[in-house]
């Protein structure tokens, strides 16, 4: 593998540049880390500081994407929406991951 | 010995009858992981902070790979003496709720692991779990004290020397 900085821009032409903004870069990392499990939207709009609207787009468009599932589910009584990483979603999340360590490794 | 022995192990002496498909059963396995981790207690399963406060992805990939064994209580594992002390002392401050554990781990995490003082790691309570109401808050976090911290002689004295002159007024009260 090649490793110099045209190579590895060029390597990014694998991936899926609507996933490239912060919010959907922190969902997905976030979501990732929990697999099956998938954090609630209340869980997610704390933790990661993201206003409704953002949030609720952002989402949308990954699940659009088919990286997220949702599902309702019930908590302490409360009805609240689960989201969940998918496989494509893990596996888009890894080339990212190692675009990116490739990226700064080679001191853009 | 694989580790989610000793997890089932400790579910088994909670009563806590596990289901994968419940999302707060799944909630409780996580932070009775992460308060007994925080305890001390070596259970092979290291919490980090995530967007659902103190988790373990590793205790994830087991409920879901083993999860007729979580959910059947399988184990061989038996619990020595401090550990059966640390499951009966969670379960009967906790009693196996979601709310005061969540709260409680998330309180634990801050204080203990990012050695947070007692203000800042409730401050970060509040931040990430907004959700719950202060009361709410309030008891998981007495209740992760009660768990977590265990008084020193130093503290019992101190305390005895605060509350010693209210005892002394009634003794003298109940005199008369």
Request: aromatic content about 10%; proline content about 3%.
């Amino acid at each position: 593998m090649q490793n110099d900085i045209l190579s590895i821009l060029n390597e990014s032409e694998g991936l899926n540049a609507k996933v490239f903004s912060l919010v959907r870069l922190k969902l997905l990392a976030s979501l990732a880390a929990l697999g099956p499990d998938g954090a609630t939207y209340r869980e997610l709009k704390a933790a990661l500081d993201i206003n409704d609207g953002v949030l609720f787009a952002n989402l949308n468009v990954l699940k659009d994407m088919g990286y997220l599932t949702s599902e309702k589910i019930t908590s302490e009584g409360k009805e609240l929406e689960l989201y969940i990483i998918t496989t494509e979603g893990q596996d888009e999340w890894k080339r990212i991951r190692i675009w990116l360590c490739r990226f700064l490794h080679c001191g853009a | 010995m694989e580790k989610r022995k000793k997890a089932i192990a400790f579910f088994k002496e909670l009563g806590f009858e596990f289901d994968i498909a419940r999302f707060d059963d799944r909630l409780i396995a996580q932070k009775l992981v992460c308060l007994l981790e925080l305890r001390g207690i070596d259970l092979g399963y290291s919490c980090s902070l995530y967007v659902r406060g103190p988790y373990s992805p590793d205790l994830t990939q087991d409920l879901y790979a083993h999860t007729h064994e979580f959910e059947n209580l399988e184990t061989g594992t038996r619990l020595n003496t401090a550990e059966k002390e640390a499951a009966d002392e969670l379960g009967r401050i906790f009693g196996l709720k979601p709310v005061p554990l969540e709260v409680g781990a998330t309180y634990g995490y801050y204080s203990i692991r990012q050695e947070c003082d007692p203000l800042e790691a409730s401050r970060q309570v509040k931040r990430l779990k907004p959700f719950y109401s202060e009361a709410q808050i309030a008891l998981g976090i007495s209740k992760a004290k009660e768990f977590l911290y265990k008084p020193t002689r130093r503290d019992l004295e101190d305390l005895k020397k605060e509350t010693g002159i209210w005892q002394r007024a009634t003794l003298k009260t109940l005199e008369h």
